[in-house]
């Protein structure tokens, strides 16, 4: 499920505008709207991530830090290069790297897919 993440992002990346809601529609038509931090105990996840893409593989290593106050998930190469840093503060969610598809990610539906990849089940339903 974490690689879905990374594979979600890669495949979304033609989305397009930016959303400040704290909602985002999913792909198939559903809908998902942000949860709070606070409304999960805090936790630290570090993770690789193995992504083909067009017959090549990416081997990519993933951070998510959540507390009460905010989410940060940073995506590097295993050399440390940051490609890709998503912040949830509660309130907006902002994105930022060294990755081409930066510009054409939208924050919110790349924070609302580390929700659904990462966090529990009932808080997951809620969104």
């Known amino acids: 499920m974490r690689k879905l993440i990374a594979a979600s992002a890669?495949?979304?990346?033609?989305?397009g505008a930016t959303q400040d809601t704290g909602c985002t529609r999913l792909p198939e038509g559903g809908r998902y709207c942000l949860q709070p931090t606070a409304s999960v105990a805090a936790f630290h996840a570090t993770q690789r991530v193995e992504v083909a893409l067009d017959g090549a593989g990416l081997s990519l290593i993933s951070e998510l830090e959540v507390d009460a106050a905010a989410m940060h998930f940073v995506m590097v190469t295993p050399f440390g290069q940051t490609l890709m840093q998503l912040a949830y503060d509660n309130q907006t969610a902002r994105i930022g790297g060294t990755s081409p598809l930066i510009g054409r990610l939208d924050p919110v539906l790349l924070a609302a897919l580390v929700q659904i990849a990462m966090w529990p089940l009932d808080a997951v339903r809620r969104g």
């Open 10 to 15: 890669v495949a979304l990346a033609a989305c």
